[in-house]
């Protein structure tokens, strides 16, 4: 294998530079030629494509987002388009790809496999840390960081003006953010998709952690809980529970950006090395994970068979210290 393409696909995350510059210069240290696939699949398809070399990721190391861009592709979704993207690879001689994204880019990337045959590593890349296989997804680690930030900041208002606060997370199928976020920033609940709470469940645990006798309160939401949006759950609770002036904070796309941590930054650059000496050994149609501080390669079939359930431990800590 001498020449290996690489991509970012779906929603970015802080770290996945960091990741990029590991496969470029891993790649040239083991005698590759690493080629960028600008936009995703929409770039494959349309054959964006760049040779890159040391100075190609020189100074992106501290970036969030991509410098390889991403892009929705509706056209990769059929066979047809997936042939026009395996055409283009084969024009440009690339003999293995690698992905740095979430489950739907490996889904692509797996459909691609198994109708053209082309060697494949995935790196996991998304802030809701929701991909089995590994401990942590590339991303995360800043993306929580940032709630926190933006919790304490949130805080400070809701002390001065006696206010209950309902701040809304990313985490569409998973409250990993919401969970330890919520555990970091002192709040009285997090409500998660991988749980159903009512409102009258919340109300109850409002009153049960003496909220009126404090000066203010945090509830933490997932954009994905079963109860609705954070605005629609405090509009429900201000119905029934008049105590505190309640406020609705959505952070957003806020989480998505921003200078990745130390850990994404080691994190993607071990996951990026990886990536290269698995493909190079025969790897393919695998996942990059670290475990325990090992590097693994998972199959596609096993990682993407059963969701990565949110740990029962941090739901436990998180009742617990919400008194």
């Known amino acids: 294998m001498k020449r290996i393409g690489v991509f970012t696909s779906g929603g970015d995350a802080p770290g996945m530079n960091a990741a990029i510059r590991a496969v470029v210069r ?38 969030g987002g991509t410098i390889l861009k991403s892009a929705r592709s509706k056209e990769f979704l059929t066979a047809e388009g997936r042939t026009k993207a395996y055409e283009q690879l084969k024009k440009h001689n690339i003999d293995g790809l690698i992905c740095i994204g979430g489950d739907g880019s490996f889904t692509g990337l797996h459909n691609l496999y198994k109708e053209h045959n082309i060697p494949c590593v995935c790196i996991p890349g998304t802030i809701d840390n929701d991909i089995p ?3 942590y997804t590339i991303g995360y680690d800043t993306a929580t960081n940032t709630a926190v930030n933006a919790i304490d900041k949130i805080r400070d208002t809701a002390l001065s003006h006696n206010r209950l606060f309902f701040i809304e997370v990313m985490g569409r199928d998973s409250g990993y953010i919401a969970i330890n976020s919520g555990i970091a920033g002192g709040a009285v609940a997090v409500i998660i998709p991988e749980e159903e709470t009512s409102i009258d469940e919340l109300i109850e645990k409002l009153n ?3 909220t009126q006798n404090k000066t203010s309160s945090l509830v933490i939401v997932a954009e994905g809980g079963k109860s609705g ?6 509009q429900r609770v201000k119905e029934k ?8 904070t959505i952070l957003g796309h806020l989480q998505r950006g921003g200078t990745p941590t130390y850990f994404d930054r080691v994190l993607a650059s071990k996951m990026g090395v ?14 990059v994970g670290i475990v325990h501080q090992q590097v693994i390669f998972n199959k596609f ?3 993407m068979s059963q969701p990565k359930d949110i740990r029962k431990d941090d739901l436990r800590i998180a009742k617990i210290l919400s008194i």
């Open 26 to 63: 891993a790649g040239i240290f083991y005698n590759k030629e690493i080629i960028g696939i600008y936009r995703g699949y929409e770039g494959m398809i349309e054959g964006d494509f760049v040779p890159m070399e040391v100075r190609s990721v020189s100074n992106i190391l501290q970036r």
């Open 133 to 135: 296989g590994t401990d």
């Open 241 to 248: 529970f008049s105590y505190f002036d309640t406020k609705v």
């Open 229 to 234: 949006s954070a605005m629609e759950i405090a």
């Open 274 to 287: 990886a990536a290269i000496e698995g493909l190079d050994a025969g790897q393919t149609d695998v996942m």
């Open 208 to 210: 049960a952690t003496g």
């Open 301 to 303: 079939e096993e990682i």
